[in-house]
Protein backbone atom coordinates (compact mmCIF):
# COMPACT_ATOMS: atom_id res chain seq x y z
CA UNK A 1 0.00 0.00 0.00
CA UNK A 2 1.26 3.51 -1.14
CA UNK A 3 1.91 6.28 1.90
CA UNK A 4 -1.21 8.91 1.28
CA UNK A 5 0.30 11.31 3.36
CA UNK A 6 2.98 12.89 1.20
CA UNK A 7 -0.26 13.13 -1.38
CA UNK A 8 -2.49 14.49 0.98
CA UNK A 9 -0.12 17.34 2.08
CA UNK A 10 0.64 18.33 -1.29
CA UNK A 11 -3.52 18.88 -2.38
CA UNK A 12 -4.12 21.00 0.86
CA UNK A 13 -1.43 23.27 -0.07
CA UNK A 14 -2.64 23.63 -3.19
CA UNK A 15 -6.37 24.20 -2.20
CA UNK A 16 -4.65 27.19 0.41
CA UNK A 17 -2.86 28.64 -2.18
CA UNK A 18 -6.05 28.83 -4.35
CA UNK A 19 -8.09 30.11 -1.23
CA UNK A 20 -10.89 27.19 -2.17
CA UNK A 21 -10.04 25.50 1.50
CA UNK A 22 -10.52 27.52 4.22
CA UNK A 23 -7.82 27.20 7.31
CA UNK A 24 -9.63 25.57 9.83
CA UNK A 25 -11.06 22.70 7.06
CA UNK A 26 -7.35 22.29 5.95
CA UNK A 27 -6.39 21.49 9.52
CA UNK A 28 -9.28 18.76 9.71
CA UNK A 29 -8.49 17.21 6.28
CA UNK A 30 -4.76 16.48 7.79
CA UNK A 31 -5.77 15.16 11.30
CA UNK A 32 -8.28 12.37 8.87
CA UNK A 33 -5.76 11.71 6.40
CA UNK A 34 -2.69 10.82 9.59
CA UNK A 35 -5.86 8.74 11.44
CA UNK A 36 -6.58 7.22 8.04
CA UNK A 37 -2.70 6.32 7.77
CA UNK A 38 -2.74 5.14 11.27
CA UNK A 39 -5.27 2.98 10.75
CA UNK A 40 -3.80 1.14 7.79
CA UNK A 41 -1.01 0.39 10.02
CA UNK A 42 -2.76 -1.59 12.61
CA UNK A 43 -1.67 -5.36 12.69
CA UNK A 44 -3.28 -7.19 9.92
CA UNK A 45 -3.31 -4.27 7.55
CA UNK A 46 -1.02 -4.57 4.28
CA UNK A 47 2.10 -3.12 4.01
CA UNK A 48 3.02 0.67 3.71
CA UNK A 49 5.36 1.37 0.21
CA UNK A 50 6.82 4.41 -0.28
CA UNK A 51 5.66 5.97 -3.69
CA UNK A 52 7.59 5.08 -7.01
CA UNK A 53 8.67 8.68 -7.40
CA UNK A 54 10.48 8.63 -3.87
CA UNK A 55 12.32 5.65 -3.53
CA UNK A 56 14.05 4.84 -0.36
CA UNK A 57 17.56 3.25 -0.83
CA UNK A 58 18.44 0.10 1.83
CA UNK A 59 20.30 1.06 4.98
CA UNK A 60 23.28 -0.93 5.45
CA UNK A 61 23.13 -4.57 7.11
CA UNK A 62 22.23 -3.91 10.55
CA UNK A 63 21.70 -0.23 9.98
CA UNK A 64 17.70 0.55 9.79
CA UNK A 65 16.80 3.42 7.54
CA UNK A 66 15.44 6.61 8.64
CA UNK A 67 11.73 5.56 6.98
CA UNK A 68 11.33 1.73 8.36
CA UNK A 69 12.74 3.42 12.08
CA UNK A 70 10.22 5.67 12.17
CA UNK A 71 7.29 3.31 10.55
CA UNK A 72 8.23 0.15 12.29
CA UNK A 73 7.08 -0.55 15.95
CA UNK A 74 10.36 -0.77 17.79
CA UNK A 75 11.06 -4.30 19.21
CA UNK A 76 11.66 -5.03 22.66
CA UNK A 77 15.64 -4.24 23.57
CA UNK A 78 17.45 -7.59 24.64
CA UNK A 79 20.70 -8.18 26.34
CA UNK A 80 23.03 -9.70 23.99
CA UNK A 81 23.96 -13.29 25.70
CA UNK A 82 27.27 -12.67 27.79
CA UNK A 83 30.02 -14.38 25.80
CA UNK A 84 31.19 -17.79 26.71
CA UNK A 85 33.75 -18.36 29.37
CA UNK A 86 37.40 -18.68 27.86
CA UNK A 87 37.92 -23.10 27.71
CA UNK A 88 39.69 -24.28 31.18
CA UNK A 89 43.63 -23.98 30.69
CA UNK A 90 45.02 -27.83 29.78
CA UNK A 91 46.44 -29.38 32.85
CA UNK A 92 50.35 -29.91 32.52
CA UNK A 93 51.27 -33.55 33.65
CA UNK A 94 50.99 -33.68 37.36
CA UNK A 95 54.76 -33.94 38.55
CA UNK A 96 57.19 -33.32 35.40
CA UNK A 97 60.37 -32.93 37.61
CA UNK A 98 61.31 -30.96 40.68
CA UNK A 99 59.23 -28.15 40.10
CA UNK A 100 55.83 -29.49 40.38
CA UNK A 101 52.83 -27.41 38.61
CA UNK A 102 50.77 -26.40 41.40
CA UNK A 103 47.62 -28.54 42.38
CA UNK A 104 45.29 -29.35 45.21
CA UNK A 105 44.77 -26.44 47.02
CA UNK A 106 48.33 -25.13 48.01
CA UNK A 107 49.85 -23.10 45.68
CA UNK A 108 52.72 -25.84 44.88
CA UNK A 109 51.04 -28.67 46.73
CA UNK A 110 51.53 -31.76 44.51
CA UNK A 111 48.86 -34.30 43.65
CA UNK A 112 48.09 -37.41 46.43
CA UNK A 113 48.97 -40.71 45.80
CA UNK A 114 45.30 -42.04 44.87
CA UNK A 115 43.08 -44.81 46.12
CA UNK A 116 43.58 -48.08 43.97
CA UNK A 117 41.25 -47.72 40.90
CA UNK A 118 38.36 -50.65 41.47
CA UNK A 119 38.99 -54.38 39.88
CA UNK A 120 37.87 -54.66 36.44
CA UNK A 121 34.74 -56.76 35.81
CA UNK A 122 36.49 -59.95 35.57
CA UNK A 123 39.23 -59.36 38.35
CA UNK A 124 38.95 -60.57 41.69
CA UNK A 125 38.34 -57.49 43.80
CA UNK A 126 40.54 -56.31 46.23
CA UNK A 127 40.75 -58.14 49.42
CA UNK A 128 40.59 -56.51 52.73
CA UNK A 129 43.71 -55.70 55.15
CA UNK A 130 44.61 -58.74 56.82
CA UNK A 131 44.82 -59.04 60.04
CA UNK A 132 48.20 -57.86 61.29
CA UNK A 133 50.87 -59.93 62.02
CA UNK A 134 52.49 -57.96 64.99
CA UNK A 135 56.14 -58.57 64.32
CA UNK A 136 57.82 -57.18 66.93
CA UNK A 137 60.24 -54.20 64.84
CA UNK A 138 61.36 -53.35 68.57
CA UNK A 139 62.76 -56.55 68.94
CA UNK A 140 65.27 -55.85 65.19
CA UNK A 141 68.93 -57.05 66.02
CA UNK A 142 71.31 -53.93 67.35
CA UNK A 143 73.94 -53.01 65.10
CA UNK A 144 76.24 -55.70 64.54
CA UNK A 145 74.39 -58.48 64.63
CA UNK A 146 72.77 -60.95 62.33
CA UNK A 147 69.37 -60.69 61.53
CA UNK A 148 66.87 -63.71 61.66
CA UNK A 149 64.91 -64.13 57.86
CA UNK A 150 61.08 -64.44 58.72
CA UNK A 151 60.40 -67.99 58.54
CA UNK A 152 58.43 -68.34 55.55
CA UNK A 153 60.31 -65.69 53.57
CA UNK A 154 63.09 -67.76 50.77
CA UNK A 155 66.22 -66.29 50.44
CA UNK A 156 66.91 -63.82 47.57
CA UNK A 157 68.39 -65.53 44.39
CA UNK A 158 69.71 -62.84 42.07
CA UNK A 159 70.97 -60.29 44.71
CA UNK A 160 72.75 -61.02 47.90
CA UNK A 161 72.10 -58.20 50.73
CA UNK A 162 74.64 -55.43 50.64
CA UNK A 163 75.38 -56.05 54.10
CA UNK A 164 74.96 -58.58 57.07
CA UNK A 165 75.12 -55.99 59.62
CA UNK A 166 74.25 -52.61 60.83
CA UNK A 167 71.07 -50.51 60.37
CA UNK A 168 68.02 -52.18 59.12
CA UNK A 169 68.24 -49.87 55.99
CA UNK A 170 71.77 -51.48 55.03
CA UNK A 171 70.94 -55.21 56.18
CA UNK A 172 67.95 -55.79 54.02
CA UNK A 173 69.33 -53.82 51.93
CA UNK A 174 70.43 -55.15 48.01
CA UNK A 175 73.81 -55.14 46.64
CA UNK A 176 73.92 -51.94 44.38
CA UNK A 177 75.32 -53.57 40.87
CA UNK A 178 78.61 -51.92 39.24
CA UNK A 179 77.78 -48.61 38.17
CA UNK A 180 81.13 -47.54 36.55
CA UNK A 181 80.51 -43.82 37.34
CA UNK A 182 77.12 -43.97 35.34
CA UNK A 183 74.09 -42.22 36.43
CA UNK A 184 71.64 -43.57 38.96
CA UNK A 185 67.81 -44.34 38.49
CA UNK A 186 66.25 -45.78 41.55
CA UNK A 187 62.26 -46.34 40.89
CA UNK A 188 60.15 -47.04 43.25
CA UNK A 189 56.19 -48.74 43.05
CA UNK A 190 54.16 -47.62 45.66
CA UNK A 191 50.74 -49.21 47.03
CA UNK A 192 52.00 -52.70 46.40
CA UNK A 193 50.21 -55.88 48.10
CA UNK A 194 46.57 -55.02 47.55
CA UNK A 195 45.87 -55.58 44.11
CA UNK A 196 47.37 -58.91 43.92
CA UNK A 197 46.97 -59.16 39.85
CA UNK A 198 48.72 -56.21 39.44
CA UNK A 199 51.25 -56.61 42.24
CA UNK A 200 52.48 -59.83 40.66
CA UNK A 201 52.91 -58.22 37.35
CA UNK A 202 55.09 -55.64 38.61
CA UNK A 203 57.07 -58.36 40.60
CA UNK A 204 57.95 -59.82 37.42
CA UNK A 205 59.50 -56.85 35.90
CA UNK A 206 63.46 -56.79 35.38
CA UNK A 207 64.76 -55.46 39.02
CA UNK A 208 66.32 -54.01 40.40
CA UNK A 209 62.83 -52.10 41.66
CA UNK A 210 61.71 -50.85 45.18
CA UNK A 211 58.55 -52.19 45.89
CA UNK A 212 56.96 -50.07 49.05
CA UNK A 213 54.33 -52.34 50.23
CA UNK A 214 51.07 -51.60 51.77
CA UNK A 215 51.47 -51.36 55.84
CA UNK A 216 48.21 -52.97 55.47
CA UNK A 217 48.84 -55.63 52.54
CA UNK A 218 47.82 -59.27 53.25
CA UNK A 219 49.56 -62.23 53.11
CA UNK A 220 53.17 -60.74 53.46
CA UNK A 221 55.56 -63.31 54.02
CA UNK A 222 54.83 -64.81 50.18
CA UNK A 223 54.62 -61.59 48.47
CA UNK A 224 57.81 -60.45 50.03
CA UNK A 225 59.53 -63.51 49.22
CA UNK A 226 58.57 -63.33 45.82
CA UNK A 227 59.57 -60.17 45.32
CA UNK A 228 63.13 -60.87 47.06
CA UNK A 229 63.54 -63.86 44.77
CA UNK A 230 63.36 -61.33 41.64
CA UNK A 231 65.73 -58.80 43.12
CA UNK A 232 63.67 -56.08 44.46
CA UNK A 233 64.29 -53.90 47.26
CA UNK A 234 60.96 -53.32 49.96
CA UNK A 235 60.01 -50.91 51.72
CA UNK A 236 56.64 -49.97 53.45
CA UNK A 237 54.46 -47.58 52.18
CA UNK A 238 52.72 -45.80 55.68
CA UNK A 239 48.98 -43.69 55.07
CA UNK A 240 49.30 -40.30 56.23
CA UNK A 241 47.04 -37.62 56.90
CA UNK A 242 46.15 -35.40 53.40
CA UNK A 243 44.86 -32.44 52.96
CA UNK A 244 41.30 -33.44 51.36
CA UNK A 245 39.84 -35.76 54.09
CA UNK A 246 37.02 -36.74 51.61
CA UNK A 247 40.53 -39.70 50.55
CA UNK A 248 40.79 -42.25 52.70
CA UNK A 249 44.18 -43.35 52.89
CA UNK A 250 43.72 -46.70 54.90
CA UNK A 251 43.58 -48.20 58.16
CA UNK A 252 46.57 -47.00 60.21
CA UNK A 253 46.37 -43.65 59.01
CA UNK A 254 48.85 -40.78 60.79
CA UNK A 255 46.40 -37.99 62.00
CA UNK A 256 47.65 -34.52 62.70
CA UNK A 257 45.21 -34.62 65.67
CA UNK A 258 46.73 -37.75 67.40
CA UNK A 259 48.83 -36.82 70.23
CA UNK A 260 52.93 -37.83 70.08
CA UNK A 261 52.11 -41.22 72.26
CA UNK A 262 49.07 -42.02 69.93
CA UNK A 263 51.38 -40.98 66.88
CA UNK A 264 54.24 -43.47 68.22
CA UNK A 265 51.96 -45.97 68.61
CA UNK A 266 49.76 -46.29 65.58
CA UNK A 267 53.43 -46.08 63.60
CA UNK A 268 54.74 -49.25 66.04
CA UNK A 269 52.03 -51.25 64.87
CA UNK A 270 52.05 -50.04 61.06
CA UNK A 271 56.21 -51.34 61.51
CA UNK A 272 54.96 -54.30 63.11
CA UNK A 273 52.79 -55.56 60.35
CA UNK A 274 55.81 -57.17 58.52
CA UNK A 275 60.09 -57.61 58.53
CA UNK A 276 62.44 -57.51 55.81
CA UNK A 277 61.98 -53.81 54.65
CA UNK A 278 64.31 -50.81 54.67
CA UNK A 279 62.52 -48.26 55.52
CA UNK A 280 59.22 -46.30 54.78
CA UNK A 281 57.24 -43.16 52.69
CA UNK A 282 54.47 -41.78 52.88
CA UNK A 283 51.38 -43.02 51.48
CA UNK A 284 49.10 -39.47 50.66
CA UNK A 285 50.13 -37.30 53.44
CA UNK A 286 49.86 -34.01 51.81
CA UNK A 287 48.83 -32.26 55.00
CA UNK A 288 50.91 -34.72 57.82
CA UNK A 289 54.32 -34.21 56.27
CA UNK A 290 53.60 -30.86 56.71
CA UNK A 291 52.77 -30.97 60.33
CA UNK A 292 56.82 -30.96 62.14
CA UNK A 293 55.28 -32.31 65.45
CA UNK A 294 53.83 -35.57 63.93
CA UNK A 295 57.13 -35.52 61.78
CA UNK A 296 59.51 -35.40 64.76
CA UNK A 297 57.66 -38.46 66.06
CA UNK A 298 57.84 -40.32 62.61
CA UNK A 299 61.90 -39.96 62.94
CA UNK A 300 61.87 -40.87 66.67
CA UNK A 301 60.12 -44.32 65.60
CA UNK A 302 62.20 -45.01 62.64
CA UNK A 303 66.08 -43.77 63.94
CA UNK A 304 66.68 -46.20 66.52
CA UNK A 305 65.23 -49.31 64.53
CA UNK A 306 67.34 -48.33 61.80
CA UNK A 307 64.93 -47.58 58.88
CA UNK A 308 65.30 -45.12 56.54
CA UNK A 309 62.80 -42.08 55.11
CA UNK A 310 61.87 -41.69 51.54
CA UNK A 311 59.71 -38.28 51.29
CA UNK A 312 57.19 -38.47 48.48
CA UNK A 313 56.68 -35.39 48.43
CA UNK A 314 53.11 -35.14 48.08
CA UNK A 315 53.49 -31.15 49.09
CA UNK A 316 55.86 -28.71 48.39
CA UNK A 317 55.29 -27.89 52.14
CA UNK A 318 56.88 -31.51 53.74
CA UNK A 319 59.02 -30.94 56.54
CA UNK A 320 60.11 -34.61 55.87
CA UNK A 321 63.48 -33.91 54.15
CA UNK A 322 64.17 -31.81 56.71
CA UNK A 323 63.27 -33.56 60.13
CA UNK A 324 64.95 -36.95 58.48
CA UNK A 325 68.30 -34.95 58.94
CA UNK A 326 68.02 -33.51 61.80
CA UNK A 327 67.05 -36.32 63.46
CA UNK A 328 70.13 -38.44 61.68
CA UNK A 329 67.41 -40.68 59.99
CA UNK A 330 68.84 -41.77 56.51
CA UNK A 331 66.94 -40.32 53.56
CA UNK A 332 66.08 -39.28 50.42
CA UNK A 333 63.21 -36.96 48.17
CA UNK A 334 61.59 -38.43 45.32
CA UNK A 335 62.48 -36.09 41.83
CA UNK A 336 59.43 -37.82 39.41
CA UNK A 337 56.34 -39.31 39.79
CA UNK A 338 55.46 -41.47 36.92
CA UNK A 339 51.64 -41.32 37.28
CA UNK A 340 49.37 -38.91 38.79
CA UNK A 341 45.90 -40.05 37.34
CA UNK A 342 44.08 -43.68 38.40
CA UNK A 343 44.26 -44.58 34.37
CA UNK A 344 47.74 -44.17 33.43
CA UNK A 345 48.34 -43.83 29.89
CA UNK A 346 51.56 -45.20 28.44
CA UNK A 347 52.54 -42.32 26.37
CA UNK A 348 52.28 -40.19 28.96
CA UNK A 349 54.68 -42.31 31.53
CA UNK A 350 57.17 -42.90 28.79
CA UNK A 351 57.13 -38.76 28.46
CA UNK A 352 58.36 -38.65 32.45
CA UNK A 353 60.79 -41.42 31.86
CA UNK A 354 62.56 -39.11 29.91
CA UNK A 355 62.12 -36.39 32.35
CA UNK A 356 64.09 -38.78 35.16
CA UNK A 357 66.21 -39.95 32.69
CA UNK A 358 67.08 -35.95 32.30
CA UNK A 359 67.60 -35.95 35.99
CA UNK A 360 69.30 -38.09 36.78
CA UNK A 361 72.21 -37.08 33.98
CA UNK A 362 71.78 -33.83 35.43
CA UNK A 363 72.24 -34.73 39.29
CA UNK A 364 74.18 -37.76 38.58
CA UNK A 365 70.82 -39.98 40.47
CA UNK A 366 67.14 -39.62 40.52
CA UNK A 367 64.15 -40.98 42.36
CA UNK A 368 60.49 -42.02 40.86
CA UNK A 369 57.63 -43.11 41.91
CA UNK A 370 55.10 -44.87 40.09
CA UNK A 371 52.10 -47.20 41.39
CA UNK A 372 51.18 -50.91 40.01
CA UNK A 373 48.89 -49.58 37.15
CA UNK A 374 48.26 -50.73 33.61
CA UNK A 375 50.09 -48.11 31.64
CA UNK A 376 52.57 -47.63 34.22
CA UNK A 377 53.75 -51.31 34.22
CA UNK A 378 53.97 -51.60 30.34
CA UNK A 379 55.92 -48.51 30.02
CA UNK A 380 58.27 -49.97 32.23
CA UNK A 381 58.48 -53.24 30.80
CA UNK A 382 59.33 -51.36 27.35
CA UNK A 383 61.70 -49.10 29.13
CA UNK A 384 63.93 -51.08 31.81
CA UNK A 385 65.63 -53.02 29.30
CA UNK A 386 66.87 -49.89 27.54
CA UNK A 387 68.85 -48.33 30.57
CA UNK A 388 72.00 -49.83 29.60
CA UNK A 389 72.33 -48.57 25.96
CA UNK A 390 71.51 -45.42 27.20
CA UNK A 391 74.42 -44.81 29.80
CA UNK A 392 72.17 -45.12 32.75
CA UNK A 393 72.05 -47.54 35.74
CA UNK A 394 68.74 -49.10 37.74
CA UNK A 395 69.69 -49.27 41.13
CA UNK A 396 67.52 -50.31 44.65
CA UNK A 397 66.58 -46.62 46.48
CA UNK A 398 69.20 -47.74 49.31
CA UNK A 399 71.95 -47.14 46.42
CA UNK A 400 70.65 -42.99 45.94
CA UNK A 401 70.37 -42.66 49.49
CA UNK A 402 73.88 -44.03 49.88
CA UNK A 403 74.86 -41.56 47.11
CA UNK A 404 73.32 -38.40 48.50
CA UNK A 405 74.76 -38.31 52.12
CA UNK A 406 78.07 -38.71 50.24
CA UNK A 407 77.06 -35.21 48.80
CA UNK A 408 75.52 -33.72 51.65
CA UNK A 409 78.03 -31.08 53.31
Same mark, same amino acid.
Given at each position: ?26 ? $? ?31 ? +? ?23 ? %????? %?? %? ?22 ? %? ?15 ? !? ?15 ? +? ?22 ? +? ?40 ? +? ?19 ? *? ?43 ? !? ?13 ? *??? /? ?57 ? $? ?35 ? /? ?12
Amino acid at each position: MVDPRPAIAEMLKRARASGLLPPALAV $AAVIVGVIAFRVLLAPGSPPVTPPASAPVQPAP +AGVPSETAAAAAPHPAVTAEPPPPP %PPPPT %PS %PAILSDNPPPTETSARTVIEDEPL %PPPGPNEPPTPKPAPRM !HVSVDALPAPGETAAQP +ATASTPVAVEPASASGPAWRRYAL +ATPPTGGKPIIAVIIDDVGLDRRRSKEVIDLPGPLTLSFMSY +AGDMPSQEADARAHAHEIMMH *VPMEPIDQHIDPGPGVLLTRLSPDELRGRLIDDLGHFDGYVGINN !HMGSKFTAYPEGMRV *VME /VLKPRGLLFIDSVTTDKSVGLLEARRAGVPTAARNVFLDAALVSDVDQVAGQLRVLEDV $ARKKGNAIAIGHPRDGTIAALAAWLPTLPSKGLVLVP /VTAVVRARMQDDP
